[in-house]
């Protein structure tokens, strides 16, 4: 069977291929750009505890820890007045601030590890084609190239190619934020705190409603971020740069008099800040050294596909919606939508699967990102012109709370701004006898609590850790811990639930935990691979525990499905252009591409499946998508001092 196609090496597009080459399944990596971008230090993307477990399970986890911080708190100020202050530890995890060049970076390297997936650099997309068995993709280059795959995904962007070719469209709202952006390197009176200070005392520049935001990175640099008002005016250099100044000037000034973004909660916060005081002979606010190191605007769109699925096609991240105002994070979904895709395409890929489970991916991603997007939208008017009589309450149902909160919120991945999602209404929700089910602290559909658990080996680690490669069953089985492995694997309900767990039509895995949020003893969980509940059983029910499993694969594969029993790549067969031949499957020079072609080298030796066809060998008959422009692009750029990502 022929490789899954990813268009796009961004992060989604990275993340998504290496989440399925954990899963054994090939992939080909589509990149128009020829190889990583330049470094944009005011391009970094804040990462939520959930995303950053997935980044941490595909090995990126010493990279993040060396090129991103950990904040030890957030402050939210109004003017001069101290709301807020949310210190991060055990009980509350902080966010992960990284550039956005390191993440992709720490992406790359743990793509160089995996044998079964190929990038291939330098080529454009350009055709598309499907039929019953497989996608065939054209790219564009001296010499026309065909791409044959399984499926195809296009995280290519908000100007994606994969979605006009296939006719998908993206309405929504164009640059409903504008910020100003600067990375400086400086000292800031609260040494690795994040602020978002609302209508600061002075703001040049700024008017009425005026917002700022400073998060730490490594090495004494800060991001900052001003709101600018609506409109497209230029932002030129020297506003920008009068920007900073006032702001550094406000926040210095604030601290030698403690009050609101200089109030601490401890002499700690504001040990190494500059002097508070103007130097001898100057009448104007003093403004400790920095070092500018980027600036930039960044333009905030909310778009959404009207569809993510058409046949053996799919989009994710980018190309698929575009969020970030109010603090809401796009990495954040886009990363979500390549943990819950990957392991779908990987049953597929592997045993066949039903259009339930395909389709469930729309169903769910999309479902979520609606409810975010929908949230913003009733959000903004709100909480950029004022409280109006209270009228916000009645909005956001249960966030009877100050704008600034909600705000907060949406910075910190929290409430329906933030929070990780649930699929309370997913498609592959089990039906179950309401008798056989008990209530815990996790509704269904929801993400699990990350509490310690035993491993079959014996090691303990954090749930989220074993995510990924299946189901997970977790008994809670309090005051285990303190046995050895051999006696509780032997005891009580284990050697039953082992041998129920065997006989599950999809892979699983067992764990036990001391405790878990509102469960009781000899509670059974069922966990989804990317660590959504499916359900809380009362002690091991083996028909209920198979109805579990058979629904969250979306039920027995459909006759398209590929038929092949789970497996590695090795039992693959390669696509009509190639021989089978060697321990995968695959012809000598499946990956050969003509001289001058799309930017591919030659790949000798064992490998995946990847087939690519000179212009003139056309893939396997069926009705292509025909290269339309769609919709134009929207500008998301604007001509302002230098334009960036979120």
Not at 83 to 101: K, Y
Not at 515 to 534: C, E, K, Q
Request: aromatic share 4%; hydrophobic share 40%.
């Amino acid at each position: 069977m022929e490789p899954v196609i990813v268009v796009g090496a961004g992060p989604v597009g990275l993340a998504l291929a290496l989440s399925l080459a954990r899963l054994d399944v090939p992939c080909l990596v589509l990149d128009e750009a020829p190889g990583p971008g330049d470094p944009r230090p005011a391009r970094t993307v804040v990462l939520r505890p959930d995303t950053t477990a997935l980044l941490s399970r595909l090995g990126c986890g010493p990279a993040l820890d060396q090129a991103g911080t950990r904040w030890t708190a957030w402050r939210s100020v109004r003017r001069r007045r101290l709301l807020e202050r949310v210190e991060f530890g055990t009980d509350t995890a902080s966010p992960v601030h990284v550039p956005q060049h390191a993440l992709t970076q720490a992406l790359r390297s743990a793509l160089t590890r995996e044998p079964l997936v190929q990038v291939v650099g330098g080529c454009r997309l350009d055709e598309l084609r499907q039929d019953e068995r497989g996608v065939s993709a054209h790219t564009r280059g001296a010499s026309g190239i065909w791409w044959r795959g399984s499926y195809l995904v296009g995280c290519d962007g908000p100007r994606s190619t994969v979605r006009k070719l296939l006719e998908i469209r993206f309405p929504g709202r164009t640059a409903v934020e504008r910020h100003a952006v600067a990375a400086l390197r400086t000292e800031l009176p609260w040494p690795g705190e994040a602020l978002l200070h609302r209508a600061p005392a002075r703001q040049g520049g700024g008017g009425s409603g005026g917002e700022v935001t400073a998060r730490p990175l490594p090495g004494g640099v800060w991001r900052l971020d001003w709101l600018l008002p609506p409109g497209r005016d230029l932002v030129t250099p020297d506003a920008l740069v009068a920007r900073i100044r006032d702001s550094l000037a406000v926040w210095t000034a604030e601290a030698a008099a403690g009050t609101g973004s200089g109030a601490s909660a401890g002499p700690e916060v504001r040990a190494g800040a500059a002097p508070a005081h103007a130097p001898k002979g100057s009448d104007g606010p003093l403004v400790p050294p920095y070092e500018l190191l980027d600036t930039g605007v960044h333009t905030v769109h909310h778009r959404l596909a009207r569809r993510w699925r058409r046949g053996r096609a799919f989009l994710a991240g980018d190309a698929a919606h575009l969020l970030g105002a109010l603090g809401t994070q796009g990495l954040d979904e886009g990363l979500r939508d390549a943990e819950n895709l990957a392991w779908k395409l990987a049953l597929a890929w592997h045993q066949g699967a039903s259009e339930a489970l395909l389709d469930s991916y729309q169903a769910e991603r999309r479902g979520a990102v609606t409810a975010r997007l929908r949230a913003a939208d009733q959000a903004l008017p709100l909480l950029r012109d004022g409280e109006r009589g209270g009228r916000w309450r009645t909005v956001l149902p249960g966030a009877a709370r100050g704008h600034t909160a909600m705000l907060t919120d949406g910075h910190l991945g929290r409430g329906p701004l933030g929070a990780p999602p649930a699929y309370a209404r997913s498609p592959l929700a089990p039906v179950t006898d309401p008798a056989c089910t008990v209530a815990v602290g996790t509704r269904p559909g929801a993400p699990v609590a990350d509490v310690p658990v035993t491993a079959p080996d014996g090691s303990h680690v954090p749930l989220r850790q074993r995510l990924g490669r299946g189901l997970l069953v977790v008994l809670v089985a309090p005051g285990t811990g303190v046995w050895e492995q051999r006696h509780w694997k032997s005891a009580g309900l284990m050697p039953r639930l082992s041998k129920t767990v065997t006989a599950l039509p999809m892979r699983a895995e067992v764990l036990v935990a001391e405790a878990y949020p509102g469960a009781v003893a000899h509670t059974v969980l069922v966990v989804r691979p990317d660590g959504h509940l499916v359900a809380a059983l009362g002690g091991v029910r083996p028909a209920e525990l198979y109805a579990c499993a058979d629904a969250v694969r979306g039920g027995a594969a459909g006759p398209e499905g590929p038929g092949n029993a789970m497996g590695g790549p090795g039992n693959a067969t390669s696509g009509p252009a190639n021989a089978t031949g060697g321990p995968t499957g695959r012809a000598e020079a499946a990956l050969a591409l003509p001289a001058g072609g799309a930017g591919g080298t030659a790949s000798q030796g064992p490998g995946p499946s990847f087939d690519a066809r000179p212009a003139d060998e056309p893939p396997p008959s069926g009705e292509p998508f025909p290269h339309v422009e769609g919709e134009a692009a929207r500008d998301v750029s604007g001509a302002e001092v230098r334009s960036i990502g979120g």
